[in-house]
């Protein structure tokens, strides 16, 4: 019976620890966080399924330093902090809405990275529901966006 107890202590002892680690943000979060830092501008955006005119999508920019954003578009801003997580399938992305008009608000969504573009699928601001796909339409009024590293002017 002692054994049985021992081994049963050390399992749970074993659990613990590696629910510990998996707990803990992983270097792959870091990293694909890094993949977003700089500043970016929108190749495509549509939203609930209609593109958005290539003159406003001109004016919007986002940039990203650490776990913190900037998103400008047409003289408004928007500011607040980013957590992604590439280990989900599709990986997702959570935007905490610390200044604007959306502050206090999160925006959940999805994406993925290929070399300097990254497609995101946002939910709008406050939406519970995370898109589950790279979709956008009038039914569920995601935010569906190519963005690509802005180039540095020579």
Not at 9 to 21: K, N, Y
Not at 22 to 40: M, T, V
Not at 87 to 95: G, M, V
Not at 96 to 104: L, V
Request: glycine share 10%; hydrophobic share 35%.
């Amino acid at each position: 019976m002692k054994s049985f107890l021992r081994l049963a202590g050390t399992l749970g002892s074993l659990a613990v620890s590696v629910g510990l680690i998996a707990a803990a943000p992983g270097k792959d979060e870091k990293d694909d966080l890094k993949k977003f830092e700089g500043e970016w501008v929108f190749s495509t955006w549509e939203h609930a399924g209609n593109p958005l005119p290539a003159e406003a999508r001109e004016t919007a920019k986002w940039t990203i330093k650490g776990d913190k954003y900037t998103f400008e578009f047409n003289g408004l801003t928007e500011e607040g902090t980013i957590k992604v997580d590439p280990a989900k399938k599709p990986a997702t992305i959570d935007l905490a809405i610390t200044e604007g008009d959306d502050k206090g608000k999160s925006q959940v969504g999805i994406y993925k990275v290929d070399g300097d573009t990254i497609t995101v699928c946002l939910a709008a601001p406050g939406a519970k529901d995370r898109p589950t796909e790279f979709k956008s339409t009038e039914e569920n009024g995601h935010i569906l966006a190519t963005i690509k590293r802005a180039k540095k002017d020579d």
